[in-house]
């Protein structure tokens, strides 16, 4: 039931930032909204790379860079184990997800991304809410790492813990057919 509800947190997440980003290019195309002035504005501006515009016109690239790293996104929440002490993870990884998600559809359809948040007073790139997402998300991903859990909270991701579950899954088999003869 809670993936099923984190799905659909990551579709609302996905129509949020794809509904941002239409209101950006249908109303700030030719009139920028300044919220204050020198400080603050929404303005529309078509990144053609990634973050700070780096890789720029490298589409293809950034479109296949995308899906392997939700392949691996995706990947890490399904091992993520379902205790509720780690429901930050798995939320935050819906975050990145959903993120990365609504520029990979800028890309394909439009080979661009559409950003529009720009922070004037300190030259700030121009970005966009799934930059907001990915951006905010690993940043609480680190801190949660550094300050909350411990490194065997994380077991789960190393080999070896694959192998003993492996190990004793085989073992308990082992005694099961012993027990039957």
């Given at each position: 039931?809670?993936?099923?509800?984190?799905?659909?947190?990551?579709?609302?997440?996905?129509?949020?930032?794809?509904?941002?980003?239409?209101?950006?290019?249908?109303?700030?195309?030719?009139?920028?909204?300044?919220?204050?002035?020198?400080?603050?504005?929404?303005?529309?501006?078509?990144?053609?790379?990634?973050?700070?515009?780096?890789?720029?016109g490298?589409?293809?690239?950034?479109?296949?860079?995308?899906?392997?790293?939700?392949?691996?996104?995706?990947?890490?929440?399904?091992?993520?184990?379902?205790?509720?002490?780690?429901?930050?993870?798995?939320?935050?990884?819906?975050?990145?997800?959903?993120?990365?998600?609504?520029?990979?559809?800028?890309?394909?359809?439009?080979?661009?991304?559409?950003?529009?948040?720009?922070?004037?007073?300190?030259?700030?790139?121009?970005?966009?809410?799934?930059?907001?997402?990915?951006t905010?998300?690993?940043i609480?991903?680190?801190?949660?790492?550094?300050?909350?859990?411990?490194?065997?909270?994380?077991?789960?991701?190393?080999?070896?813990?694959?192998?003993?579950?492996?190990?004793?899954?085989?073992?308990?088999?082992?005694?099961?057919?012993?027990?039957?003869?």
């Amino acid at each position: 039931m809670r993936k099923f509800r984190h799905f659909i947190y990551f579709i609302l997440l996905v129509i949020l930032d794809q509904f941002t980003k239409h209101l950006a290019a249908s109303d700030l195309k030719e009139n920028p909204f300044i919220v204050i002035p020198k400080v603050f504005q929404f303005t529309y501006h078509e990144n053609n790379g990634a973050v700070w515009g780096i890789l720029s016109g490298q589409i293809v690239f950034l479109i296949i860079l995308t899906f392997l790293l939700l392949s691996l996104m995706v990947f890490l929440y399904l091992k993520v184990p379902t205790d509720k002490r780690y429901n930050a993870i798995r939320i935050i990884l819906v975050f990145i997800c959903a993120g990365a998600v609504g520029n990979l559809i800028d890309r394909i359809f439009n080979r661009y991304v559409v950003d529009f948040i720009y922070f004037e007073l300190i030259d700030f790139p121009v970005f966009n809410l799934a930059d907001c997402y990915v951006t905010l998300s690993s940043i609480l991903l680190i801190l949660l790492g550094l300050f909350y859990y411990k490194d065997e909270d994380f077991e789960f991701l190393s080999l070896k813990s694959a192998k003993t579950v492996t190990t004793v899954t085989n073992d308990e088999t082992e005694e099961k057919e012993d027990k039957e003869k």
